[in-house]
């Protein structure tokens, strides 16, 4: 052992064209974007208002960023496995070496689920909570500031096992024994258990974050039953994430013991139980589906009544049916092993109650159809990506109800309808509802609308695109096809594999229209800009500050008394034809930037990196320098300022000029 410990010129696949290739591309878009910051001198700016910031909407912002690259990420790894099936059928090989495939497949699924989905919904509560509560900032904006740079320095470690060592082979969950020492004797096991874990701290900061902003910080007159939805389902994802978080965190540390010390957890001949990794793990896995198709059902529950002109359809029965999801969500875990032999009792509970969760997704689908009836609909992009997550999101279900039934899971358990059934819920229920959410409130963040017609290019052609990519996944299972395999070995599957690739291109159209709608919107920013800070005709309380929102939201905490509090204040306004009174200002403080975040997460990653290389000197002076951090911080002598009248009766004022422009009769 030297003082790097196992690393070495060898950790760098020199040998492998496809990740040394994709290394330098990102190393020099890396260093590219570095330079140009610093010929611009932007790192002041960027110091100031994003490196340090505590404001939660920015945040929001950067949590999103992170999400957006890390889907991209994972997109491309989906792309690779596609077309590396379609093409190693029968006497094919396709272009992708075994070992370099099972990476793949480990990364796109860690990826997706716990560095790109988990970051974008997080992006969404971050930004909105606080402001349909009516407050101004969260619970505990320098933690809150903590668990995004944690979440982020966990991508980071991913990345950079690309470029030096590798990614586990394990699949998106660790299973021992395969992750165990005598089994999985490289590095790549030990990436994935450094950076789940430090982002899985990262998370359950967020979620006791939101937790005690929505019990603790909502403004006067807002009572549990004029909530809107979305904090509804925020409340409920992050109730799920304290309770299931720390089971992760404790797993993987076991199975770091395991590897690290030789103890035995989960290694069958020394006496522990590799079925218990598998019951922990699940025990996580499963809730967290909910912890983020929760947050995605709250985002469809505030654009339905918007764009269908109406009140939310059954508002008390879709809080009971939230609050029943996250509750039974806890006691679903075991179908994942319903063939392992836990005997017909067990698996007859949990099927039965994997099954009778669909009850409550079921009002919520109910009652955003008798929203739309009788409503005067707007086929907006919004919309459109709302209506798409019905039809995909019924399939979803109706096969995880199928999945549900023990005998019906012996046939497909570990198939490729299996991965249908996945997609059909997490693309559906998450990915569609994050770019809905995205075009909805894109205006709210940056003060300027989407394009709309790049927009739903972009919608018809990730419609069509996943429709043609994962029906032909169930067709492949129910035909017997396994997942996960590099090598195909019955040319009869080829066509269906064809006609999924096919599917593939197509979303990758969607990607590039996507993409091209950002472009091209921020070069019509002005022609698209909103002035009225409420372009939907919205609802709820966001929209009744300007777009962007100042940095403190409101001048002045608004008072509630109804549900649909600012729908109601605004019909009253227009119908009086009055913008209503300037309020009476007070000056108020607000938290300081801090830098604590930032260099926490720094040293965490250092950390981390030193264990997964056994450099052992690094890693205890970087967790010393990570705790020192936060003595630093505990002892500054001032954590807000003052937020001047002048700073206040500004933004008021913008706020008021809005308020006008929106009583304005339409052209």
């Known amino acids: 052992m030297t003082v790097l410990g196992k690393l070495s010129l060898s950790a760098i696949p020199l040998d492998q064209p496809i990740p040394i290739i994709t290394s330098m591309v990102l190393l020099l878009v890396m260093f590219g974007t570095l330079a140009l910051a610093t010929i611009k001198g932007w790192w002041p700016y960027l110091w100031r208002e994003w490196m340090t910031t505590v404001d939660h909407k920015r945040i929001g912002i950067l949590y999103g960023l992170l999400g957006a690259l890390m889907l991209l990420r994972g997109f491309a790894d989906a792309i690779m496995m596609r077309t590396q099936q379609a093409a190693s059928v029968g006497g094919g090989t396709g272009y992708l070496p075994p070992e370099h495939y099972n990476q793949i497949f480990s990364a796109h699924g860690t990826i997706m689920i716990l560095f790109g989905a988990m970051p974008l919904v997080l992006a969404f509560m971050n930004f909105l909570v606080p402001l349909q509560l009516g407050v101004r900032d969260v619970a505990f904006p320098t933690f809150n500031a903590v668990g995004f740079w944690l979440t982020a320095s966990g991508a980071l470690l991913v990345n950079v096992s690309l470029f030096v060592g590798e990614f586990a082979r394990t699949g998106w969950l660790p299973y021992p024994p395969l992750s165990e020492t005598g089994y999985s004797p490289g590095v790549g096991v030990d990436y994935y258990l450094w950076a789940v874990q430090i982002s899985g701290i990262g998370t359950l900061i967020g979620g006791i974050n939101i937790l005690t902003t929505v019990l603790k910080m909502r403004c006067p007159g807002m009572s549990y039953l004029r909530m809107p939805m979305f904090c509804w389902t925020a409340m409920a994802s992050s109730l799920l994430i304290v309770a299931a978080f720390p089971i992760l965190s404790a797993t993987l540390a076991m199975l770091t013991l395991d590897r690290y010390v030789g103890w035995h957890y989960f290694t069958a001949e020394a006496g522990g139980n590799p079925m218990m990794f598998v019951n922990l793990v699940w025990a996580w896995g499963h809730p967290e589906v909910y912890i983020l198709v929760l947050p995605c059902f709250g985002i469809f529950s505030e654009i339905f009544p918007t764009f269908s002109g109406k009140p939310l359809f059954g508002y008390r029965s879709m809080v009971a049916a939230t609050l029943f999801i996250c509750v039974v969500s806890m006691m679903v875990w075991l179908h994942h092993f319903f063939t392992m032999g836990a005997g017909g009792a067990v698996n007859a509970f949990f099927g039965i109650s994997s099954s009778i969760i669909a009850v409550g997704t079921g009002v919520k689908i109910y009652n955003w159809i008798f929203t739309m009836y009788g409503g005067r609909v707007r086929f907006e992009v919004p919309m459109l990506w709302s209506m798409g997550f019905i039809v995909t999101f019924i399939l979803g279900g109706l096969t995880g109800v199928l999945l549900a039934i023990p005998p019906a899971d012996f046939i497909t358990h570990n198939s490729m309808f299996l991965v249908a059934h996945f997609h059909n819920v997490i693309v559906g229920g998450v990915v569609f509802a994050i770019f809905a959410g995205l075009e909805f409130w894109f205006p709210k963040v940056f003060g300027y609308r989407l394009h709309a017609g790049w927009g739903k290019a972009a919608f018809w052609l990730a419609f069509i695109g996943f429709w043609v990519t994962f029906t032909p996944l169930y067709v492949l299972g129910l035909m017997g096809m396994t997942r996960r395999l590099q090598h195909v070995d019955f040319p009869e599957w080829q066509p269906w594999l064809l006609i999924s690739m096919a599917g593939v291109a197509i979303l990758l159209a969607g990607v590039i229209c996507q993409i091209t709608q950002l472009v091209v919107s921020y070069h019509q920013r002005e022609a698209l800009r909103d002035t009225t800070g409420d372009p939907w005709d919205g609802r709820s309380l966001e929209w009744s500050t300007t777009s962007p929102p100042p940095s403190f939201n409101f001048a002045v905490l608004p008072r509630v008394e109804s549900q649909e509090a600012y729908w109601r204040s605004k019909q009253e306004a227009l119908a009086a034809s009055q913008a209503g009174d300037a309020p009476e200002l007070e000056p108020f403080e607000m938290p300081r930037n801090s830098a604590v975040g930032f260099f926490t997460a720094f040293f965490a ?63």
Not at 620 to 644: P, Q, Y
């Open 605 to 667: 990653f250092t950390f981390g990196f030193a264990m997964i290389w056994h450099i052992w000197w690094l890693a205890i002076a970087a967790l010393i320098a990570a705790f020192a951090g936060f003595v630093i911080f505990a002892w500054r002598d001032t954590g807000e300022f003052e937020v001047s009248a002048e700073t206040i009766a500004s933004a008021e004022h913008q706020r008021q000029l809005a308020r006008r422009a929106l009583m304005e009769p339409k052209a």
